[in-house]
């Protein structure tokens, strides 16, 4: 089994629609995120979380919500969702940082690939 | 402003020869500089990465240039195989903030056989 799991891999909506991506992670790391990748944009933080009780804005949180269910879980929604996030979604999680190296290492899921017509 | 700038946006290379990747930053205060491998349909993942009290590091056929005084690093693949055709994403970070990790806009690598 995948260390980072993303439900759905992939969606078709219609605007207005609400989404959830969800996430779940083995590798027990504290800290999880949800990015946005598209063509020629690399990828973008969406929303980022250091544990179950924080939560934090990434660059391009407009439009977007998440939750911190447990430690292994992270879900990313979208309220009503409009074309212009169609795009693929990564989770990624990493470990809490002590200063080493291996803190900054970022694990990512699958992706899901979202349409929103 | 993009913190990171990376080009070619796309590279075609022929089996056996050398790719190279090249990013340039503007925040002296990035000191972590990782290089992140992704294939079709797969997550990025950690390919190989540089702190900047070193000009240089090699893993393999993977080779991190880094050229502090210019805030310009580069990804060197010797030898390159088919198998090695990916999306590249330099990133740069302040210590310790992963949430921090910035990243480039890719390179597509295709190498023929």
């Known amino acids: 089994d995948a260390d980072v799991t993303q439900t759905p891999r992939n969606r078709i909506t219609k605007t207005g629609k609400r989404i959830m991506l969800e996430c779940s992670q083995t590798?027990?790391?504290?800290?999880m995120y949800w990015y946005r990748q598209d063509p020629g944009l690399g990828l973008r933080l969406i929303y980022y979380s250091f544990d179950v009780k924080d939560i934090n804005k990434g660059e391009i949180s407009d439009g977007y919500s998440v939750s911190r269910q447990a430690q292994a879980k992270f879900s990313l929604s979208l309220e009503s969702a409009i074309p212009n996030q169609t795009a693929l979604y990564f989770c990624?999680?990493?470990?809490?940082?002590?200063?080493?190296?291996?803190?900054?290492?970022?694990?990512f899921g699958a992706g899901s690939r979202l349409t929103v017509l | 402003q993009q913190q990171v700038k990376q080009s070619p946006q796309s590279l075609i290379v022929q089996k056996g020869g050398i790719s190279i990747i090249n990013c340039a930053y503007e925040?002296?205060?990035?000191?972590?500089f990782p290089w992140y491998q992704q294939f079709p349909g797969k997550g990025p993942a950690l390919l190989i990465a540089i702190r900047p009290d070193v000009s240089e590091k090699k893993e393999g056929r993977f080779t991190i240039s880094f050229n502090k005084s210019a805030k310009q690093f580069s990804l060197h693949i010797m030898d390159s195989q088919p198998g090695d055709s990916a999306t590249y994403f330099c990133?740069?970070?302040?210590?310790?903030?992963?949430?921090?990790?910035?990243f480039g806009k890719g390179t597509k690598l295709t190498v023929n056989p």
């Open positions: 925040n002296t205060a990035f000191d972590y």
């Open positions: 590798k027990g790391h504290d800290r």
């Open positions: 990133a740069a970070s302040v210590r310790g903030g992963s949430e921090k990790l910035v």
């Open positions: 990624a999680t990493s470990a809490h940082s002590g200063g080493g190296s291996g803190a900054n290492v970022l694990t």
